[in-house]
């Protein structure tokens, strides 16, 4: 029961560098949230780390704001993990919606620059049915996309920037209880396998829904780029679906599959999100 208030709410984490750290203990953050709620973690430089840069170690009134972080090289002693991870075991009573509930105010996490590189594999690990997470308008590089396992429900994945390269994917759910499903909505995903035309790598996989049911969640106007122009889907035990199959079942309406654009199109995009000056700066000597 959290509804008395005596946690940890409304601290503001911003402007800091914060590297090499967990030199003894290997399952630490920059930033480690439990039993916590309502906080701001912003405008910070995170990185050589050897787990996450930042860790929800549970779900507890929800609220927070992860905004405006530049976060790289975590995970460097580990796996299964995220540069920003969360965990949500079990339920907290708290007052944060206004009333006592079991529900949690959404954690925004928006216009952070997120390198899932070394053991790192989404760019947010929403793990072990993390719920009420709303990631939108970042940048991911070398990152799976969205993620959500054990029954995690309303979040919302949209306006993200994804680059998947290696066998990194768009989104990889699980089961849903209807009325429960996330969203993941006008995303850009470029999976890139380096231009190859042969095996997998001509039509790579691009999601995979656990539970193919349009009560579940239903991707909707993602635009979706490869090598060859060519990607597929998995959808319960359908796999090697193409967007046209998709959309003849009702999933991914307004959805586009085109091939990679050029480097400079793509920064364009990165700098919009991030909000960076569109032109080139350029140095002083």
């Known amino acids: 029961d959290g509804t008395g208030g005596a946690q940890p ?6 402007s800091n560098v914060m590297s090499n750290l967990g030199l003894y203990e290997k399952q630490s953050s920059a930033w480690g949230q439990n039993k916590a709620c309502q906080n701001t973690i912003r405008n910070n430089v995170m990185f050589h780390l050897p787990r996450a840069a930042i860790n929800f170690n ?16 975590t995970c460097r002693e580990s796996g299964d993990h995220g540069p920003i991870n969360s965990w949500d075991r079990m339920p907290f009573l708290t007052d944060t919606t206004g009333s006592p509930s079991f529900a949690a105010l959404p954690t925004h996490t928006r216009h952070n620059l997120i390198w899932a590189n070394y053991g790192a594999s989404q760019g947010f ?8 997470y709303y990631t939108h308008h970042n940048v991911f590089y070398q990152s799976d996309g969205f993620k959500m396992d054990y029954g995690g429900h309303s979040s919302r994945f949209y306006d993200n920037l994804v680059y998947a390269d ?14 429960q499903a996330d969203t993941f909505v006008n995303n850009t995903c ?3 396998r380096g231009g190859s035309a042969n095996g997998d790598d001509a039509a790579p996989s691009l999601g995979h829904m656990y539970q193919c049911s349009i009560k579940g969640m239903n991707p909707t106007y993602n635009r979706y780029y490869t090598d060859t122009g060519n990607g597929t889907f998995a959808c319960g035990n359908q796999e ?25 199109t793509i920064l364009k995009w990165a700098r919009n999100i991030l909000k960076m000056p569109s032109q080139k700066v350029q140095a002083i000597v």
Do not use: W
């Open 58 to 73: 549970d779900g507890l009134g929800g609220g927070n704001l992860v905004e405006g972080n530049v976060i790289f090289d």
């Open 125 to 132: 690990d929403n793990d072990d049915g993390s719920s009420f």
């Open 240 to 264: 090697g679906l193409t967007l046209q199959s998709m959309q003849q079942q009702g999933f991914e309406l307004g959805s586009t599959v085109s091939t990679i654009p050029s480097t400079d």
């Open 166 to 179: 290696g066998r990194k994917s768009c989104y990889g759910t699980g089961s849903f209880l209807e009325g």
């Open 9 to 14: 709410r409304f601290c503001r984490v911003e």
């Open 190 to 192: 470029i999976v890139a």
